[in-house]
């Protein structure tokens, strides 16, 4: 094409798409299209693009795309799908716990909604809910501690079940927290060969140094939790609930690892996958 026919080509692009914007105006109870609804953004400067992922959030996040069940299935079924690693169907095949870890099937829709088959049976995630705090969102999300500690440590150890009874009896700064829990938490090697203590990246409220503004040098600095400056002490995201191991942070993140196994710490928590992921789960885990 010729510089001059580019530019009638462009003139005719813009006469286009003002006739499609005036045509969308003139119907107010015909529903904008995307696509009309996103040039009309672009043209307003509504459409931020920052950062590697912004096509996935600008075009799809953001505009609440419906995600077909069909990519979801793909997703489970491919390598590195989430950042290096195997397929999650690999070892998720069947609701039979004999042959696919936690009897969880990840390979159907109605698998990944029915979740672990294996005691403690349970679902994975609410649909129509955020997962990120749910089982599938730490799981996808949350590296284990100390972080860099294989998934070939043992899930049961002396320390872990001595930091699940002391919150289980109720989290207390009694004798048992000050003598034989908070030197857990302060010494190395103590959740795994060659591990530094967690208090070497949670030492304050101060990020940085502390990793998520989370003090586990002291007491109140645990009971506290994490982001007390960026959130507000009011709204920091407690991690120990007393009385429930199994919803307080420290105890999940001393016991789940990071899928798929072996994933490196590093690898993107916030993977354009994984959000798309989750917006699928609140859209409502469709199967269509
Ligand atoms: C190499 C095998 C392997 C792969 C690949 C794998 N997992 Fe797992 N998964 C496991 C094992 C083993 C467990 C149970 C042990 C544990 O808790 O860490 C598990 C546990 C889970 C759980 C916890 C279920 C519950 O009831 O607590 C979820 C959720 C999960 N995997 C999701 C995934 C997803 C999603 C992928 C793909 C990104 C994936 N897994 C890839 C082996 C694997
Ligand atoms: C080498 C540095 C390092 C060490 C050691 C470490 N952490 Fe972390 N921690 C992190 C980072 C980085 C994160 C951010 C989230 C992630 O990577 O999953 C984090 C996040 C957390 C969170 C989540 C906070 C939130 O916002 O909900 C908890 C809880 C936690 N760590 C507990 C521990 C415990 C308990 C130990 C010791 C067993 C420990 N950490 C050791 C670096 C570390």
Redesign the pocket.
Known sequence: MTKRSLAKAAIWASVAALALGAAAMADDDKKKSVNEQYLEDLRQGKVHIEGDHAAVTELILNRNIPIPYSYIAQL?ASPN??GD????I???SSADPTVS??G?D?STCDGIKA??TET?A?A?FIAGEDPKRE??GR??RNNRMPLGVG?NVD?GTDAIKAVEAWITAGAANDDNFRNNILPLFNTENVFGEDTPACAECHMSNEEPPSFHELDMTSYEGIMLGADSVAKGVDHATKVIIPGHPELSGVFQHL???R????IDPSEDRDHPNTQILFAWVKQGAQCR
């Open positions: 489970m799908a989430f690693g195997p397929a999650c690999v070892c998720h870890y936690r969880l990840l979740g672990s403690p349970r994975i089982i599938l799981r996808m998934f899930h016991t789940e690892d899928m798929p196994p072996g």
